[in-house]
């Protein structure tokens, strides 16, 4: 399931990537692709801007949501909460820093080059 919805999510970005390349930003785009005038009358600019505009909200929503179903059946490798637990249990008795011996009071040194 899991390599089913990362794979839809890849094939709809795709899809996404070609209808957003199709569409021009001048409101030409694809129905001026095949012929201008003629293909005008066939699909209509206003149409074929709908169309493409709807196919981009389509994708970017299905990608969304495979997003989210893909984090939904992520399979669960991590560990149990209860070993984690006991570990930061197991580092809070032992002490972090060895505690260092007691300093001696140091005797005063004699300088012997003094006269």
Request: charged fraction near 15%.
């Amino acid at each position: 399931m899991y390599i089913l919805l990362i794979s839809l999510a890849i094939v709809s970005a795709i899809l996404l990537i070609l209808v957003v390349l199709a569409q021009n930003s001048k409101g030409g785009g694809l129905s001026s692709q095949f012929g201008g005038s003629g293909a005008s009358n066939l699909i209509g600019v206003k149409k074929t801007g709908d169309v493409l505009e709807r196919l981009t909200w389509g994708f970017a929503i299905a990608i969304i949501v495979f997003s989210l179903a893909t984090n939904l059946t992520t399979p669960n490798t991590a560990a149990p909460t209860d070993e984690i637990m006991e570990r930061a249990k197991e580092q809070q008795a032992a002490p972090l820093v060895p505690s260092l011996p007691k300093a001696q009071p140091s005797q005063p040194k004699t300088d012997s080059t003094k006269k």
